[in-house]
């Protein structure tokens, strides 16, 4: 924070935090007593009533089963539930609509990777690349398809400030790497991590890259084609969407040569007992019928999202981070986990004697959210020898005064505690 | 020490102690309080076998058969979490079998416990009891055994 002498209150000039406030009828509520304060947004965000509203539009006006009936319901809500994949493609500046495959979330992209992709192209003794701070979500998949095909897994190492070992990640990167698999932002320690850089030399080795946008989407400006990525998930529900819904980018010539995921309806053209076509692009990847009314409301999100403007978005947040920090770091016993140069939103800390969870059902205490414990990334706390952190994770309806919270709420269990 | 107390009388005394506060953050500060008094484990006894699967802090808990009774040893890294143990082992320990896995530990729901306590939380605390009754059915089966 440049202005030390900020106070909570005078705060962005361009976004009307009040106002944005007002479109997220959760934040009214109270936990234990106290106006809510959610600082679990890594987790999963909340949602504006644009998004609720549309979803009881949808089961209200337009509920059928898409792609399938020639009634009037059944076109209304496919057209609905393919808006979305345009909106989606704009979002993240993709070249086709087809190049969005429709996923419950990010995880279940990167399985539909690892499964398809993975299993057709890796072979013995090829290396796949992931880091020392991805989610389970972008280890496992890839754990379980490197001992089926007798591939290796190698790892990026993560430096003490939380930044990616880039001199160990070109020592790593060589003919035999496929693929290198890195999240974009991490979820427990924010890190914004060098992906257009990792990108360049992975593709220099002949080796395609998925970037692991979960974190990313809500916070970054996404170009998949300047990117030059190969693969691009994310979830709807980081992004003020719902649950249940997430796209998968891939290069379009790279989702036509890979064989299908889930068979099923929808990814068929045409079905024998003697062999059965698949349906083209994005279709062949989503069986059955889809979430229709998650995706159908993602879009308001994502035009919400558009409106305020991603810009906007990262300043009103980049202030509650450094305002959050500063304020945290003058606590007595703290220590901040993750202080990479450039970081989104997510302030992970540890505070000397004192188990994470204690601080964790203490703030409850008091309505603020934040999450404790490994955030599903337990290598990543194993680098750091820690069981956990606390984390606090911004969104852009937060406000400093919520921040002051925090700090209080903390300092307060920390002498109740020791 | 033994407990001339009958479960269900001590699970009464602590609903009667928690109704004497006013708010959570009186009985927050009570369990870290109960927490910070309960006497450390061994370490000896803090190894895998001994941890309490279910919880989000680790609990480690070891059981003693002296008498017909069970007693309980317990320790977590996590205060509040420790705070709890004190209080399922005052209630259980240096009781019999029988006694112990006739408990229905609804005093937990009475202090409010399980609506305050996230899921995942209570969920270790259901862990823990369990744990503690799987010990009694164990000792209840070496003395049929002996």
Not at chain 1, 242 to 259: D, H, N, R, S, V
Request: a negative charge.
């Amino acid at each position: 924070m440049s202005n030390e002498t900020m106070t909570a209150g005078e705060k962005n000039k361009v976004l009307d935090i009040e106002k944005i406030r007002n479109d997220f009828p959760i934040l009214n509520r109270l936990v234990k007593g106290h106006p809510l304060v959610y600082f679990d947004n890594a987790a999963t965000s909340q949602k504006p009533a644009a998004v609720i509203d549309a979803l009881v539009h949808y089961y209200t006006h337009l509920n059928a089963n898409v792609h399938r009936g020639i009634h009037t319901l059944a076109e209304e809500a496919t057209a609905a539930f393919e808006a979305t994949r345009d909106a989606i493609r704009g979002f993240i500046n993709a070249a086709y609509r087809e190049e969005i495959i429709y996923t419950k979330g990010t995880t279940e992209g990167i399985n539909l990777v690892a499964y398809t992709w993975g299993r057709q192209q890796l072979q013995e003794g090829d290396e796949v690349i992931i880091s020392g701070m991805e989610h389970h979500s972008n280890i496992v998949p890839w754990q379980i398809v490197c001992e089926e095909k007798k591939a290796r897994l190698t790892v990026i190492p993560v430096t003490d400030k939380g930044e990616l070992d880039m001199e160990a990640f070109y020592t790593l990167l060589s003919e035999k790497t496929k693929l290198v698999a890195v999240v974009h932002v991490s979820n427990a320690l924010g890190t914004i991590n060098p992906v257009k850089t990792i990108i360049d030399a992975a593709h220099g080795k002949g080796a395609l890259v998925l970037v692991d946008g979960a974190q990313s989407s809500m916070h970054l400006d996404i170009d998949v084609q300047a990117l030059d990525c190969d693969f691009f998930a994310l979830s709807a529900h980081k992004m003020l969407g719902p649950t249940g819904a997430g796209a998968l980018y891939g290069k379009k010539q790279i989702l036509e040569a890979m064989p299908v995921f889930n068979g099923g309806g929808e990814m068929i053209k045409e079905v024998t007992f003697e062999k059965t076509t698949y349906n083209e692009l994005p279709y062949k990847f989503e069986a059955g019928t889809p979430n229709i009314a998650d995706f159908v409301a993602f879009r308001p999100a994502i035009e919400y999202i558009n409106e305020l403007g991603k810009e906007n978005i990262r300043k009103h947040e980049d202030a509650l981070l450094s305002y959050a920090t500063e304020k945290v770091r003058e606590i007595e016993g703290i220590k901040i986990i993750g202080e990479a140069a450039h970081k989104a939103s997510v302030l992970s800390f540890v505070i000397d004697g004192v188990h994470p969870q204690d601080i964790g059902i203490l703030l409850d205490n008091k309505g603020i959210a934040v999450r404790t414990g490994h955030h599903c990334a337990e290598p990543l706390m194993n680098r750091f020898c820690i069981p956990g952190t606390i984390r606090a994770s911004f969104a852009v309806y937060n406000t400093l005064e919520e921040v002051d919270k925090l700090a209080e709420g903390l300092k307060k269990a920390i002498k109740v505690l020791k | 020490m033994t407990n001339s107390k009958s479960i269900p009388e001590i699970e009464q005394e602590i609903v009667e102690d928690f109704s004497l506060f006013d708010s959570w953050d009186d009985k927050y500060e009570y369990i870290i309080d109960l927490g910070k008094k309960l006497p450390p484990l061994d370490d000896a006894f803090k190894k895998e076998e001994n941890k309490v699967k279910g919880c989000q802090s680790t609990v480690w808990l070891v059981a003693d058969y002296i008498g017909g009774k069970v007693i309980y040893k317990a320790e977590s890294d996590a205060i509040i979490v420790k705070g709890l143990i004190s209080m399922l082992i005052r209630v259980l320990s240096h009781h019999t079998p029988d006694e112990i896995l006739d408990a229905d530990m609804d005093f937990i729901n009475k202090i409010g416990m399980t609506s305050h306590l996230a899921q995942t939380r209570s969920n270790g605390l259901r862990a823990m009891v369990k744990q503690m009754k799987h010990y009694a059915l164990a000792f209840k089966g070496s003395k049929f055994n002996a």
